[in-house]
T-cell receptor, first 112, second 111 residues
């Protein structure tokens, strides 16, 4: 039981390049989330998906798009990466009965 | 913007001592949660307290919530070296729209 998995673990992009961060869960939960964490900061919500087929913006959605491919997978896409998107990205799911969130191990992204 | 603000930003204590971290938030909440993050890792859920609760315990953790002051505290008793980590409070409105995190307290336990 892996819980929440993220790929890749590390990525370096040049400004203007695009990439997709993948997240998958095996916990059969409806809601999935993408957060970013900048140095010395807490996590900020980028996008979330309350259920399969729905997505909504969080606090910092600009520069990102998401796709809820099915119940298991929720991807985050950077169409044209900028240095300001250098961050650690975390995917999470929520256990609705208890509101607890379970986080993936993170993707460390550097944009040069 | 960040909902929660932890205090202090950094805390260094001796092993065996108690560590207390505080969190303030701005809007009404359904629940408040505390998470731990070891360096370079994902966050791990520690404890949740609902808005109608005032205190909760889990092992060496004690959390209090004062909704009139919009504040919470996390107490870790009998600290251990393995408690060295960053601790974040996060608030939830109870819907599916995610958590709002504070900036965290970095706790260092000196052996």
């Amino acid at each position: 039981n892996a819980g929440v998995t993220q790929t890749p673990k590390f990525q370096v992009l040049k400004t203007g390049q695009s990439m997709t961060l993948q997240c998958a869960q095996d916990m059969n939960h409806n809601s999935m989330y993408w957060y970013r964490q900048d140095p010395g900061m807490g996590l900020r919500l980028i996008y979330y998906s309350a259920s399969e087929g729905t997505t909504d913006k969080g606090e910092v959605p600009n520069g990102y798009n998401v796709s809820r491919l099915n119940k298991r997978e929720f991807s985050l896409r950077l169409e044209s990466a900028a240095p300001s998107q250098t961050s650690v990205y975390f995917c999470a799911i929520v256990r609705r009965a208890t509101y607890e969130q379970y986080f993936g191990p993170g993707t460390r992204l550097t944009v040069t | 913007s960040q909902q929660g603000e932890e205090d202090p930003q950094a805390l260094s204590i001796q092993e065996g001592e108690n560590a207390t971290m505080n969190c303030s938030y701005k809007t009404s909440i359904n629940n408040l949660q505390w998470y731990r993050q070891n360096s370079g890792r994902g966050l791990v859920h520690l404890i949740l307290i609902r808005s109608n609760e005032r205190e909760k315990h889990s092992g060496r953790l004690r959390v209090t919530l004062d909704t009139s002051k919009k504040s919470s505290s996390l107490l870790i008793t009998a600290s251990r070296a393995a408690d060295t980590a960053s601790y974040f409070c996060a608030t939830s409105g109870g819907g599916a729209d995610g958590l709002t995190f504070g900036k965290g307290t970095h706790l260092i336990i000196q052996p």
